[in-house]
């Protein structure tokens, strides 16, 4: 007889966009023109400063065990950069250097949670955030925002669901799915509201530089020192740099919880790579031309992504703001189809125009699709003029 495996987790979903993707890919395999939105990172190379730092590391013979950790060189490149750009000011101890952004959330997830600790969450949110609190035991907790409130979280949104059991509030700006910003004012409501509340915040800040028009990054961290303390701080180089493959992500926060987060990973994964941590070091500190070029792309893209998607009937949105994802509200095309939700109507249209968007019931909002514009002028144009047509006819 076979033990019985974790139940909790064998009762997990299936991840919706990975069936997506899933059928997207095979199609393009079977030589189909399929235009993929469903893109989750960069099109772009990693910059070749970067990667040169790292045939340099591996020359060098720097190929074995760093500090479980991370390399000391890399935190001081993290401090430097939370200093220059967040005006944050951290020490060696309040570092942690991960396998990529997502291992960071999951380390800080297991080093909060006792069993049914509460996590509020924003809808829409990314997807891995709610099954990783799950998978650490805890429950969590959405806050649903609507298009009309810019799907923006208010302390009204926290005040309404935080409960004696609640232990975290993640807050993701930009934000991937929706692409928004929180402006300095709402920023600096909800550290106000913040500071007064026995909670921790999780600031996932991995799009922090691909933002558009005149928006700009705040750091809830950066509002007080009362404030930071609660506050951990996750970014990664892998959105920024084009270099999700390298996996490298990090975090910072009170030694005390830094700690924890430290033990975790001494006996699950040890060091992030060494190769790429060299990498890392070179992106934060001598990258920022290449990141301004590939912003500026990212931009064109979604000026030309938005004039075409406001003009598709059935859908409302507003522009991006940051990330490089845009998250049209499909409600109206869905009901004129007669369709349940945005799952029934991405698999109709992948199937039947051959274009791979993510439905939005995987970040908690049934009426909205995401839709990369990590991609080439040529596809974005494709791509839309379908979507265009199969929201113009009936069924
Ligand atoms: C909001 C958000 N946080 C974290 C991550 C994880 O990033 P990484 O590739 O560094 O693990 C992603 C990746 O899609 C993301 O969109």
């Not at 997506?20 to 399929?34: C, Y």
């Amino acid at each position: 007889m076979q033990h019985p495996l974790n139940q909790s987790l064998v009762s997990m979903p299936e991840s919706l966009t990975l069936k997506i993707t899933g059928r997207a890919k095979a199609l393009k395999k079977e030589g189909v023109h399929v235009i993929d939105f469903g893109v989750g990172e960069p099109d772009f190379d990693t910059p070749s400063s970067i990667k040169q730092a790292a045939i340099k590391a591996i020359q060098e013979g720097k190929t074995k065990y760093t500090p479980a950790t991370g390399l000391p060189e890399l935190k001081e490149a993290v401090i430097n950069k939370l200093r220059r750009d967040n005006q944050l000011e951290y020490e060696l101890p309040n570092i942690s250097i991960n396998c990529g952004a997502k291992h960071t959330l999951f380390n800080i997830f297991m080093a909060l949670l006792n069993p049914d600790d509460e996590v509020l969450i924003g809808t829409p949110y990314w997807l891995s955030y709610p099954a990783q609190v799950e998978i650490c035991g805890g429950k969590p907790v959405f806050m649903e925002t609507t298009l009309k409130s810019n799907f923006k979280v208010t302390p009204d949104h926290i005040e309404k669901h935080k409960t004696p059991r609640t232990k975290a509030f993640v807050l993701n700006s930009p934000c991937n799915p929706s692409g928004m910003v929180y402006t300095n004012s709402e920023m600096k409501e909800l550290a106000q509201y913040l500071d007064n509340q026995d909670l921790w915040i999780i600031s996932d800040e991995v799009y922090e530089y691909l933002i558009y028009d005149e928006n700009s990054h705040y750091s809830l961290a950066r509002y007080s020192s009362s404030l930071k303390e609660k506050t951990i701080v996750v970014n990664a180089v892998s959105k920024t740099y084009a270099m999700t493959g390298w996996r490298i992500g990090y975090c910072a926060g009170s030694s005390e919880v830094i700690k924890v987060i430290n033990t975790i990973q001494s006996h699950s994964t040890s060091n992030p790579s060494t190769p790429s941590q060299y990498a890392a070091i070179a992106a934060l500190e001598n990258s920022i031309d290449d990141v301004e070029k590939m912003v500026k792309t990212y931009d064109r893209r979604r000026k030309l992504m938005y004039d075409l998607l406001k003009k598709v009937p059935g859908v409302s949105m507003r522009p991006p703001e940051g990330a490089f994802y845009a998250f049209p509200d499909c409600s109206e095309m869905i009901r004129r189809k007669g369709m349940k939700d945005s799952v029934e109507m991405c698999k109709d249209l992948l199937e039947k125009y051959q274009v791979a968007a993510i439905p939005g019931s995987a970040f908690g909002v049934p009426g909205c699709i995401r839709l990369s514009y990590a991609l080439d002028d040529d596809s974005i144009i494709e791509g839309i003029k379908r979507l265009h047509t199969y929201a113009s006819h009936e069924g």
